[in-house]
């Protein structure tokens, strides 16, 4: 199933919370993506209802393994992009920006290339 930036914005979101915080919730998403509750309310019943997110009584989320591949690899696009656009002398402010709307258009061969090039040229 193909995803809508939307979706891979959400899923990275909560896997970056995941990562520094016990449990993620839907206010702790609104916050950090400063969307009203209802929107986010909808996203999450989107991505559970299409395998990639579960809720637990508590109203606790977690990503599935489908869910899981999907934020790691957008969140990988998000970091190597950043640091390339910075290598190249971009801010960081407006790098991160910028990486976040390429992210989701570019080809999984043209990101290959630029992660390669980013590691074989890597400052030591």
């Known amino acids: 199933m ?14 970056q919370l995941s990562k520094n915080q016990s449990g993620v919730r839907s206010i702790d998403i609104a916050e950090a993506m400063g969307y009203s509750k209802p929107s986010i309310s909808r996203a999450v019943g989107l991505l559970k209802q299409n395998g990639y997110l579960l809720a637990d009584k508590d109203g606790f989320l977690t990503l599935t393994e489908q869910g899981i591949t999907v934020a790691e690899k957008i969140y990988e696009r998000h970091t190597v992009l950043t640091a390339a656009l910075m290598a190249l002398g971009v801010g960081k402010d407006t790098a991160a920006e910028d990486a976040c709307k390429i992210e989701h258009v570019i080809s999984d061969k043209t990101f290959a290339a630029i992660k390669e090039h980013m590691e074989k040229y890597k400052p030591e």
Not at 8 to 15: A, G, N, V, W
């Open 2 to 15: 193909s995803l809508h930036e939307s979706a891979e914005m959400y899923l990275e979101t909560i896997y």
